[in-house]
């Protein structure tokens, strides 16, 4: 679970994303320059990459580090699985 303002932090740049997107959305109805909106793209493509960063970081510093210091062997490689299992995902994406 997320903190308050780890929380904020994500919700304030999911909605500056949302305003992105709505920018996009009429630069393509506007027939806008096609590297021009690539540009774009990429700005919001960034944009969610910081996000992601935001919620793995904590993540870590919540769930993953609970099950760290649990007596639970069975959690702890859960936690680990899980997190390798998202690094191959961002391996095949990257």
């Known amino acids: 679970m997320m903190d308050k303002e780890q929380k904020q932090k994500a919700i304030t740049r999911l ?6 997107v709505r920018g996009l959305q009429k630069m393509v109805e ?3 320059y096609c590297i021009d909106i690539i540009g774009q793209t ?3 493509v960034n944009a969610l990459k910081g996000v992601e960063d935001l919620v793995m ?3 870590l510093h919540t769930c993953v580090a609970d099950a760290m210091s649990s007596d639970q062997n069975g959690e702890k490689d859960e936690k680990i699985d899980e997190v390798m299992q998202v690094l ?3 391996r095949k994406h990257g």
Do not use: L, M, N, Y
Request: cysteine-free; glycine content about 6%; proline content about 0%.
């Open 15 to 20: 909605k500056k994303i949302e305003g992105q």
């Open 30 to 32: 506007e027939d806008r």
């Open 42 to 44: 990429a700005s919001v």
């Open 57 to 59: 970081e904590q993540h």
């Open 88 to 90: 191959k995902q961002f």
